[in-house]
């Protein structure tokens, strides 16, 4: 294929169009005219992020009918973090050594998704 590959529309309407040729549009995914209410699967924390998270990102207009897997996987996460979190005891005098093991165990998986 000869010459330069082609730019992307928006970015040739940046530059002005010099060449005046009409300018294609871009695909642009759905989007929702309410912000899209939270997957069925998702856990009770899980739907209390969604809940934080997907009118603000609505109202902004970046969440489309695409994002709304990753948004929920986001979320999920979240959860996985906040049950974790509450987990870990705040007492560090274990009663067993089964115990301690427990809260390490916890306390190894929590940490790596805070970073």
Do not use: F
Not at 78 to 93: K, N, S, V
Request: charged share 25%; glycine share 4%.
């Amino acid at each position: 294929m000869p010459g330069p590959p082609p730019e992307h529309p928006r970015l040739r309407l940046l530059k002005g169009n010099p060449g005046k040729r009409p300018a294609r549009s871009p695909p642009e995914p759905a989007r929702a005219e309410e912000c899209p209410p939270p997957p069925r699967y998702l856990s009770a924390y899980a739907q209390q992020e969604w809940q934080h998270i997907a009118p603000e990102l609505h109202r902004l207009n970046p969440l489309t009918v695409l994002d709304v897997s990753p948004l929920a996987a986001y979320c999920c996460a979240a959860a996985q973090l906040r049950q974790a979190e509450e987990g870990i005891e705040p007492d560090t005098r274990a009663q067993s050594r089964a115990a301690q093991a427990i809260r390490s165990r916890i306390r190894s998986c929590a940490l790596p998704a805070k970073r």
